[in-house]
């Protein structure tokens, strides 16, 4: 059974992550669109096996149980993104960009991000945790001194504390736009819409770093896959993000 993403929403004061609450309900069966938000995680965890830095009450740190049926799953961080970029630039009214796969910038700074993980019963998809951390109502100091000049936060953005009562319906209605998209097979619309989100230009020199290699190309764009197209000479190389990957720009 599908449920709009938001209808049940589950909220903690704190856990170690949301992704993991989330994994546990939908092990149990929980439906499609449950949402679990948590005030703080203790252990909150972003991409490459980095940490999450999830202070209490400054973010938004929240996942959703989704139980899609079709392929194309690498499409979801993508989903993802273009949904609280939208809800961003509704509530705040500034314009800020996403970094493939699932980078929120603001003027180079990172305000957000996005934890896609999976399980499948042998092939098929049995669901995919999408979970979103917000930077919300951090002042510079608040974030730990190593990240401070990578990182922003909306009250940083606005100079104003963001409402949650509006902030959450607007990501909700995103969330259910973008993925009603992928439900319905409408992969050329997400890929063109995140293309046009990024910060980034078709054509611009672009580096990837995978593993001890470093490659060299120019940003060609993103696949139906969701994978980030360099082309390098007369070669066209699609990179995925699952994968561990550097990207440098310039
Ligand atoms: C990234 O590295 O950019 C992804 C960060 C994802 C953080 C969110 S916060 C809610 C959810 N629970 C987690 O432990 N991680 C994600």
């Not at 079709?70 to 705040?92: D, H, K, W």
């Not at 259910?176 to 439900?183: A, C, D, E, P, V």
């Amino acid at each position: 059974m599908t449920m709009e993403i938001g209808t049940i929403i589950h909220r903690v004061r704190s856990c170690r992550s949301t992704n993991d609450l989330a994994e546990q309900l939908a092990l149990a069966g929980e439906l499609e669109g449950t949402v679990i938000i948590a005030e703080e995680q203790t252990k909150g965890r972003g991409t490459k096996g980095r940490s999450w830095y999830s202070v209490l009450g400054k973010g938004l740190y929240l996942s959703v149980i989704l139980r899609p049926e079709g392929p194309n799953i690498s499409l979801l961080p993508l989903v993802a993104g273009l949904a609280v970029r939208e809800a961003v630039t509704s509530v705040t009214g500034l314009d800020v960009h996403l970094k493939w796969p699932n980078d929120l910038i603001w003027e180079k700074k990172k305000l957000g991000g996005i934890l896609c993980e999976s399980n499948f019963l042998g092939d098929r998809v049995n669901y995919v945790i999408v979970g979103i951390g917000l930077n919300l109502d951090h002042e510079p100091d608040d974030f730990p001194v190593e990240i401070r000049s990578f990182v922003s936060s909306l009250k940083i953005m606005t100079k104003r504390s963001v409402d949650r009562d509006l902030l959450f319906p607007c990501l909700w209605r995103s969330l259910n736009y973008w993925y009603g998209l992928f439900r319905e097979g409408k992969n050329d619309e997400i890929v063109r819409a995140f293309e046009e989100s990024m910060a980034v230009a078709k054509g611009k020199k672009m580096t990837v770093l995978r593993g001890e290699s470093q490659i060299s190309g120019l940003f060609a764009g993103i696949d139906s896959r969701g994978g980030l197209i360099l082309e390098v000479g007369s070669e066209r190389i699609s990179f995925y993000s699952g994968e561990i990957l550097t990207i440098e720009y310039g």
